[in-house]
């Protein structure tokens, strides 16, 4: 959890105001390609149960398609031919993949972005930024900086060099 420290332009007698927020940074997620191999399918082909039409009865047009993998199982028999009810069920399935994987990155990323940020009481503090006394100190580390606006301009790397750091260079 971040802390700031400020006294308000609005504030006439001069009391610092603290402020809190909890930061996570996670990484950017992985574009999702839905690989599906021939092997995972099981394709079953059966008579389309629909009304009319003089083909309809006879022939084999209507398609099953279940991703043993995932469980998944859709069907099609709107089209006419086979092969068109083929392509429409594969993309229904890779569809339905799709979804699936999507579920699974967001609901990791939700998991993982709560185990960062904890609670965000005021005791948790990783980091505070005090205005008045133109410092930022960081609490895990023990460290202070006392140059506010090059810190807040992205002057950086002092504080990521010593937070990298091994535990015993730290002091």
């Known amino acids: 959890m971040h802390r700031v420290q400020r006294v308000p332009a609005t504030e006439s007698s001069g009391r610092i105001h ?25 394709i079953d082909t059966y008579r389309s149960s629909s009304a009319g039409g003089q083909n309809v009865q006879k ?22 031919s086979q092969l068109q ?9 890779r569809t339905q993949l799709y979804d699936r ?13 709560r185990s960062m940020i904890g609670s965000g009481d005021r005791s948790e503090k990783s980091r505070t930024y005090n205005f008045p006394q133109n410092r930022i100190t960081d609490h895990r580390i023990e460290y202070t900086v006392y140059n ?8 950086l790397d002092d504080m ?10 730290r002091s």
Do not use: W, Y
């Open 148 to 155: 506010l606006p090059a810190f807040m301009d992205g002057d």
């Open 18 to 42: 603290t402020s809190a927020a909890t930061v996570s940074v996670l990484p950017e997620a992985d574009e999702i390609d839905v690989q599906i191999s021939n092997d995972d399918l099981e």
């Open 59 to 80: 022939n084999e047009t209507a398609i099953r398609i279940t991703h043993r993998p995932s469980g998944i199982v859709v069907t099609c028999q709107d089209e006419r």
């Open 160 to 169: 990521i060099d010593r937070l990298n750091a091994p535990t015993r260079l």
């Open 101 to 113: 994987e999507m579920e699974a990155q967001r609901s990791e990323a939700t998991t993982q972005r």
């Open 85 to 93: 009810n083929k392509l429409r069920a594969m993309r229904m399935l």
